[in-house]
């Protein structure tokens, strides 16, 4: 039996399931492959043992180190909302044999990861508190109208 490469392997999952772009497939071997060269469950031949959730966090720092602050907007465009959508992408590859033996074995494994938002916003947000606009746009208003704003005083009737 001829051994199938990647990208015809690839192919053939988004054929069949069209929710994610090939991109999609891409980056989960190629963060699961970097996090083997880095040495973490480095074996023979390719990832073991892996349970769901040191795969996800191991491509959430992948998505970090390769999009930044642009890490959520990349995965929605690949159709990638959630930590569920991960779990289908990597265990559509692992049932080709793509990544080996891993021991994240279903879909549940995936549900209790972590939040988009939480992970991939949070960390660019700035460190001070920023007003939201709807309080900025108040106190413009106020300040136009002559009303004295937060940390004002009102000036002595004459």
């Given at each position: 039996?001829?051994k199938?490469n ?6 053939e999952i ?5 929710r994610y ?6 980056f ?6 970097s996090?083997e060269k880095g040495g ?5 031949s390719?990832t073991?043992a892996?349970t769901?959730?040191e ?5 959430r720092?992948?998505a ?9 907007l990349?995965f929605?465009e690949?159709?990638i909302?959630n930590?569920?959508?991960l ?13 080996g ?6 879909r ?6 972590f939040?988009?938002?939480s992970?991939?916003?949070?960390p660019?947000r700035?460190a001070?508190?920023v007003?939201?606009?709807?309080k900025?746009?108040?106190a413009?208003t106020e300040?136009k ?8 005083k ?5």
């Open positions: 039996m001829r199938r990647f990208a015809s392997i690839v192919e988004c054929e069949r399931d069209g772009v090939d991109e999609a497939y891409y989960v071997r190629e963060a699961l492959h996090t973490k469950r480095r074996t023979k390719r073991t892996s769901g959730k795969l996800l966090e191991s491509l720092m992948h970090l180190k390769e999009f930044g602050p642009m890490s959520k990349v929605s690949w159709g909302r930590c569920s959508d779990g289908d992408v990597i265990l559509s590859l692992a049932s080709y044999g793509v990544l033996r891993t021991s994240a074995g279903s549940k494994d995936f549900k209790k990861g939040s988009f938002t992970a991939f916003v949070k660019f700035p001070g508190m007003r939201p606009a709807r900025r746009k108040a413009q300040a109208a002559g009303k004295p704003g937060r940390g004002q009102k000036a002595p009737a004459a």
